[in-house]
DNA sequence: CAATCGTCCTGCGGGC
DNA sequence: TGCCCGCAGGACGATT
């Protein structure tokens, strides 16, 4: 499941690859993908040149030449990978995007990821909805706006609230059980009960836990592949997420999984308070 | 305000 | 071997 780490590593690479490049012809396998009509769809693209790649949370945007962006949202099972001029599709690409010396597919397991064409003020409509919260690794974002924002949301349990995109942009399931762990602080403790320094070490913990995730090309849990097709090198770094049943890499009592607002979730019963 | 439920979709694992 | 069942999960809208 692609979080901020994998969103940003695949962001990365685009610009290498498909900065100031123009898109010469796009093929529609899966329609419901797009959310549009197919051909006004690719007659915007065609011949349009990309002049700029954002992230904003999970969503990767394509800015093009005329004004027009193009997002993406992989959701669960989403790739975006670039290919070799004669590849051919799989039974899971579902958009194909063609430029001059290769081309790039959207793939998506689940079908759960979508595509969206929008002008600008479409796009300005569309994130003013979605009412994002503030980028972690954003340097605004400090410690002290941390704090007012979980002021705000008292009652909430901490892991959940992480996962909250309109309270912080970005993390998904698995970081926000590496950054409960980190803390040493249970995923289910709500707001209310936390301290000073335990806020302190959560708020480090998510900021040094997605910078080493995005130098290490992401987590390659589930079907996770960055832009080359490649397992990111993150998910053996991962301390908690998935290791139910195994020991504590710091107290070697065994990890619990329990669902927490209907997530699976692992956390150390012993040292995560 | 916080939590839950249904929805989308597919592969996979359990049970027999 | 193979079939049926149920489950996981990001995000959204509706409901409790």
Request: net charge positive; proline share 4%; glycine share 6%.
């Amino acid at each position: 499941m692609p979080e901020l780490p994998e969103v940003e590593t695949i962001k990365q690479q685009l610009e290498k690859n498909i900065l100031g490049k123009k898109i010469l012809k796009v093929e529609v396998i899966t329609p419901k993908i797009i959310n549009q009509k197919e051909l006004p769809f690719k007659q915007r693209l065609e011949g349009s040149l990309i002049k700029g790649i954002k992230r904003r949370a999970k969503i990767l945007i394509w800015e093009l030449i005329n004004g027009d962006s193009l997002i993406f949202h992989l959701k669960l099972t989403g790739r975006i990978i670039i290919v070799k001029k004669g590849s051919q599709p799989t039974k899971y690409t579902h958009v194909v995007f063609y430029f001059d010396k290769f081309k790039i597919f959207f793939e998506d397991l689940r079908k759960f990821g979508y595509i969206k064409l929008l002008n600008e003020k479409e796009k300005d409509v569309f994130f003013k909805k979605l009412n994002l919260g503030p980028e972690i690794l954003d340097k605004n974002f400090t410690l002290d706006e941390f704090k007012v924002l979980l002021q705000k949301k008292k009652k909430s349990k901490i892991k959940p609230l992480l996962m909250d995109q309109s309270f912080i942009a970005g993390v998904g399931n698995i970081y926000a059980q590496e950054a409960c762990f980190y803390a040493k602080i249970s995923p289910k403790r709500q707001i209310f009960h936390l301290s000073n320094q335990e806020i302190k070490k959560l708020y480090n913990g998510l900021k040094e836990i997605l910078v080493m995730a995005i130098k290490k090309k992401g987590s390659s849990v589930d079907d996770y592949l960055d832009l080359y097709g490649k397992k990111g090198d993150f998910a053996p770094l991962l301390k908690v997420y998935g290791r139910q049943g195994k020991n504590c890499y710091r107290c070697q009592t065994e990890i619990k999984f329990e669902k927490i607002n209907g997530r699976g979730t692992c956390f150390c019963p012993k040292c995560q308070h």
